[in-house]
């Protein structure tokens, strides 16, 4: 390209006389009408683009102009505080908002002063310091950010999270960020009491009181992140946090008292107005995109557009997060430790229907690297802690999920010379490759809720797959004399089909939070769909209940118990959801949009099965078929057009629908207390609950206002349709069971 294209220096012109025009170019193609195409006979594409990016200095690092920015001079209490703050969201754009390290951390001149004298000397000396200064302190600050943003880069590259949408590292070349060792970043960043007592004594307003505790707790903040390092080197002794460990209760405890007091500091923090006191200029600048090896066009410092209170939010959502990845360790037994995880991999930490995020990133890329043992060659490790592997946490799952005392159990567990060989060997192999496989299952929150769904539809076909194997398996166990020639009880299979039943259910709760359903059509059967799929769950459950009652597994026939109440929650509130939708369909809003292409090809047969395509090839059981969902909603339509006698109906309906939810929430409660979960996934659990009754109270009135549309119609349904449509309202409320109302038109 640089053959065919003159540089600029060929045109014999200074960079003073270039212009940037995109602003105005965009500015006018704006007005133009959508698709119309407009083009000049004289001067052809191709040289128009080259045109813009030869007048754009945007494009271009060495056309940026250089802010000049007076490093030496002293701070007072004001601009330290206000260049503090400003590097904070400095971190918490890149970690946030998909924003460089060069747009964000390094636009800062004291941060690019450091690295530059650093890279050329080795050391800070040529950097002049004075104790009792603020300036000193916004150095010594700015060192600790680097130190931060290094220990999260080396943290990411361990662990599967080194993404563009995750971390965005790839505007720069990185590999001038300066290592140092702990006992380094310690004494560079060290602010001894005598010092901030000088520095407090200076302070005369209660404002400056403010500012001077935000300094300090700023401090603690990026210690209390760069901290989390040790817990890589911990001894954890899960499922047995007893008196026995008393070294890692201790350590254990002090590290989430740490975090949590920084919840609280943060909460305190908002009631100060940062926004109000800028940097001085020239402090934030693309002085380090210049300097540095920039590997991408530079864009604009989104930082100074981010207000105090997001980056705080940012903050505390960051902490939180740690912290309920830490509490994993307090589970006592493998069903609390992967309910956790089920709730680690299902936290939302914002309510834009919009933008749907799971774990904060760095709790994500802590809870990957804390899991997988990156500190040992050995990657099959759990936790760091000898002998155990994913394989062994897999096998332990299952035993106490449901094949506790079953004939694999105690064929595995018992002394006797003359095991059966060829069993244990293919039961070998096959915890071999399932657990592979299981591993990717348990890092689940690691991931962005999309990806998440991606994995649910692999898993939803490994199981799938596993169903027929597990099968043959068994049969294979038979003709062995293993099993008994009339056994009705496959253990394996049967709980191979409860997790596929449970990944179908939750790629669709998935599909419906992630707003991949856009019209009536699509909800209907969708709720249909999980009346099914729930209704199966039941009743695979109750198969499991029993082999864990013939097995005298008691434990097994509780914890089932409660997954098959909770389960008749969501089968419960499909069925109030799915009677919106009839009465939608029934009043004419079912039809196709308009704005799709209307031809032959196009049915809503065609759209059905694009809908369920990931279910094609799915088994046992079959999905609703696109018949099958029309006769179920024309039975439905032709009971509500007989409005008193439908009212009638539905409302009793609807009340048996909010007895029995109510009951089951009672039951899974207690059986939560039962089996003595941790009080904070007990927590969890019931607000959960909490959160589903509130949304049938919701979805019961939403049905009973749209009753109100089917007796107001009076069987004119074209105009009703004229003057009102669908809204399905997300905010508010629960994110798989979204509302419905039907708005008048504007």
Known sequence: MADLIPSLESFKISNQKLRDVTDEFFKVTSTIEYSKIVKSNNFSLLHGT????????????????????????????IEATSIISTQLKCLTCWLGQNVGVPNSLLSSEYISRILESYTRFGNFESIPMRDDSWRTVVFKFSILMISTAKFILNLALKSQIYEDEDINTNTMNLNWFFELSNNDIFKLTLISNKTWTSLKSQISTPEDVKYFHFIKES??????????????????????????????????????????????????????????????????????????????????????????????????????????????????????FVEWLKYLESKRNNTDSNEINGLHIIARIVFYSLMNNNQTSDANLVFNIKNLTFKDLFWTYLKDFSLKNSRIDNEMNSNKRNKNAAVLEQVDYYLDAISLFWKESVML???????????????????????????????????????????KVYPLTFTIIFFKLKSISEVILKSIELNLFKDVREYLSVYYQLILISSQLNQQINDLILMANANNNNDSVVYLSFLKNENSLIYQLSIMKAKQFEILSFLGFNILPRNLIQTPMLTPELLYKLQWKQFHNITDPEMLSFKEVQDRLHQSKTLISDVNDFEKVLTQEMNGLVNEFTKSTSL???????????????????????????????????????????????????????????????????????????????
């Open 668 to 746: 899974c409660n207690a059986l939560i207390d039962k089996m003595r979960w941790f009080k904070e996934l007990k927590d969890v659990k019931t607000l959960k609950f909490n959160n589903l009754l509130e949304e049938l109270t919701k979805t019961k009135l939403d049905t009973e206002e749209l009753l109100q549309f089917v007796k107001k119609s009076n069987n004119d349904r074209d105009t009703l349709r004229k003057d009102y449509m669908v809204n399905i309202l997300r905010l508010g409320r629960y994110s798989c069971f979204p509302g419905v109302k039907l708005n008048k038109k504007n």
């Open 50 to 77: 080259h045109a813009l990016e030869l007048l754009n200095p945007r494009l271009d690092t060495f056309l940026l102009q250089k802010s000049e920015y007076c490093i030496e001079k002293d701070l007072d209490l």
């Open 445 to 487: 929150p690691t991931l962005n809720p999309s990806r998440q769904r991606q994995f649910k539809c692999k898993e939803l076909k490994y199981w799938n797959m596993r169903q027929s194997e597990s099968g043959s398996l068994e049969d294979y166990f038979i003709n062995l004399n293993f099993y008994r020639a009339n056994e």
């Open 219 to 336: 401090f603690q903040i990026l210690q209390t992140l760069s901290s989390l390092d040790s817990i890589f080197q911990w001894e954890i002794p899960l499922f047995s946090v007893d008196q026995k460990h008393q070294d890692f209760h201790i350590k254990f405890s002090n590290k989430l008292t740490q975090m949590e007091k920084i919840v609280e500091k943060l909460n305190g923090i908002d009631l100060i107005d940062m926004d109000s006191i800028q940097p001085p200029v020239g402090s934030f600048n693309s002085n380090a995109q210049i300097k540095f090896d920039n590997q991408s066009p530079p864009k604009e410092l989104l930082l100074l557009q981010t207000s105090w209170n997001d980056c705080t939010l940012n903050l505390t959502q960051l902490f939180n997060d740690l912290i309920d990845v830490m509490i994993v360790l307090k589970s006592k037994n493998i069903i609390e």
